[in-house]
């Protein structure tokens, strides 16, 4: 399994960027996946997952109506849309493929080495 992350740079706020995540070594489409963020000297905080099947997707309350995560299950690709981008979204943004139990996202198993956002003027 290979997760890799890309599309991070240095922007200004309000800018944007869009992340992908290129999986390979595993059936993509049958995998919910999620975005997961490291700020300087924070813990992880998770931003965003899609489920598998219905395409549903869930936000955490800080980026929500400015990220909007995709997914192409043809290309095994995983996407961040990030509009209106604030300093305090700095940070190194990871892909994470999720466990699942139940209907309910209990961990990840397999991450990427990351890719960096920094939003400075």
């Known amino acids: 399994v290979q997760l890799v992350e890309s599309g991070g740079e240095m922007v200004q706020p309000g800018g944007s960027l869009r992340l992908s995540c290129a999986a390979s070594?595993?059936?993509?489409?049958?995998?919910?996946m999620s975005w997961v963020r490291q700020a300087p000297a924070k813990g992880p905080e998770w931003v965003s997952t899609i489920k598998t099947g219905s395409g549903t997707t869930i936000y955490a309350d800080s980026v929500k109506g400015r990220f909007t995560i995709s997914r192409d299950n043809a290309k095994g690709t995983l996407y961040l849309q990030m509009n209106s981008l604030k300093p305090e979204d700095t940070a190194l943004y990871y892909c994470?493929?999720?466990?699942?139990?139940?209907?309910?996202?209990?961990?990840?198993?397999?991450w990427g080495h990351g890719t960096q956002v920094t939003v400075s003027s």
């Open positions: 994470a493929r999720v466990v699942l139990g139940g209907d309910y996202t209990i961990g990840y198993d397999y």
């Open positions: 070594g595993f059936t993509f489409s049958g995998y919910d």
